[in-house]
């Protein structure tokens, strides 16, 4: 009996001990914190360039290398030191890699930029930590003679790399976006996904910005759904490099939306998602729309009071806009584009225009659609390319012949036969004046 007491009191000053020594560490920790700072990667403090190439056994930078002899390279190592940040450019020889390789921009100031492709298997770490943002990085790189085209530039891919990142803090959510976000359950932002459009895809994501009409020219990898669906170019407000999303949303289910947008620049919190069945190599950041809130902003500019007169006078009911955005609802019906033409007399008739080369001449009308206003909004330019008969619009030929631009008002029609979808605008012309 004796003896089970001093075991119980042995343990129980133990135990007050272990609490007091916790107690203390705690403080400790609260007191003193620590100011050092972490690194992410595997590129050690003092470890320099030099030493870098001597370990790796290569003798060739990224200097030594002007822009446009990369040919004279092509399977050689060369060593590259910069700072790397993620990007999209699947470009020339590279275009097919998206779904197996991501992309870095190297850049150093002074110097030419490299972009070096890396699978996405095999350097987890690394794309993790520039999704925070940039990293220092040493690597060797190749530039393998089965993926060279003339002209490409600095484009490679990684033979190795070491990197490091001090401790950065991901930029917080914009108050709206985070509030749509809790809103609709959503978890994702555009930037979650950019970077792997593939590995992503078939999981919804939230995007925020400002946003326009524009043509299937922009999302070709939805091009099918043209009788069904419109497309709005959206600015990402949270990421600032790869900030463009082109976003299809139902006719029917949105037409609000639709009706908005055609009338002007509208701002959109929108729930959207890469469909994995429509993900193709280099078709670029398109989605189909989920959910959206929107708020109208600026108006674009009404016709003109001498296009007025001129519809009025030709019977003519639809503005190039409305059929811009719509066009299959507006086969064979006659309608107002109004602007600035331009000719290229060297540019050829294509698609399903193409019969027309040796019979008619084009023109292009690209108008900011705000008119003569200001508006702080970078926004897309689109227009129509219009073809002209050369006999009965030959006085029009020779006017653009010899100016660069000319103030027209003109009738077009798009054939029912000649349409097809994602061709965006053009059309025929059946009557024009100069104003």
């Keep these: 009996m004796k003896r089970l007491c001093i075991i119980m009191v042995i343990l129980l000053l133990s135990g007050c001990n272990a609490t007091e020594q916790g107690e203390k560490s ?54 590259l030191e910069g700072k790397a940040q993620l990007a999209r450019y699947y470009n020339y020889g590279f275009n097919k890699l998206e779904g197996s390789h991501f992309v870095i921009k190297v850049t150093k100031k002074d110097e030419l930029d490299w972009y070096v492709y890396l699978p996405r298997e095999e350097y987890p770490d690394l794309f993790e930590a520039l999704k925070k943002g940039p990293v220092d990085v040493y690597a060797t790189v190749s530039i393998p003679k089965e993926y060279f085209e003339t002209g490409q530039g600095h484009l490679s891919m990684v033979e190795e790399i070491l990197f490091k990142q001090s401790d950065v803090e991901e930029k917080p959510l914009d108050d709206e976006l985070a509030d749509y976000m809790k809103k609709h359950s959503v978890e994702l932002t555009a930037r979650d996904i950019l970077y ?75 729930t959207a998602k890469v469909e994995e069945e429509r993900f193709t190599e280099y078709a670029g950041t398109n989605a189909v729309g989920q959910d959206v809130e929107f708020e109208p902003l600026e108006r674009y500019a009404d016709t003109s009071m001498e296009g007025q007169s001129y519809m009025e006078e030709n019977g003519l009911s639809f503005i190039g806009r409305e059929v811009l955005y719509d066009p299959i609802s507006y086969k064979e019906e006659p309608f107002f584009v109004e602007g600035t033409a331009e000719m290229d007399p060297y540019a050829t008739a294509s698609g399903e225009y193409e019969d027309l080369q040796g019979t008619h001449f084009r023109i292009d009308i690209v108008e900011d659609p705000y008119g003569k206003q200001y508006v702080d909004y970078p926004r897309a330019l689109e227009g129509w390319t219009l073809y002209l008969d050369r006999q009965k619009y030959g006085h029009i030929y020779e006017k653009l012949s010899q100016e660069k631009y000319l103030d027209v008002m003109v009738t077009s029609r798009i ?4 349409y097809k979808m994602g061709q965006g605008g053009v059309a025929l012309v059946e009557n024009v004046v100069i104003k």
Excluded at 235 to 258: A, C, G, H, M, P
Excluded at 415 to 418: E, M, N, Q
């Design 26 to 79: 705690s403080k400790e920790v609260e007191k003193t914190p620590s100011t050092e700072t972490k690194t992410i990667g595997n590129l050690k403090e003092g470890y320099t360039f030099d030493e870098f190439m001597e370990d790796q056994e290569v003798s060739i930078k990224g200097t030594d290398i002007p822009y446009r002899v990369e040919e004279e390279f092509t399977d050689q190592s060369i060593a």
């Design 196 to 270: 792997d459009l593939k590995g992503m895809s078939d999981r919804p994501f939230a995007l925020s910005g400002n946003a326009q009409l524009v043509t299937y020219r922009y999302a070709s990898a939805y091009k099918d759904l043209e009788p069904t669906h419109f497309v709005l170019s959206v600015r990402d407000t949270v990421n600032s490099e790869e900030q463009l999303w082109r976003i299809v949303f139902d006719r029917v289910k949105y037409k609000e939306l639709y009706e908005q947008a055609l009338g002007g620049m509208v701002h959109v919190n929108v």
């Design 415 to 418: 054939p029912r036969d000649r």
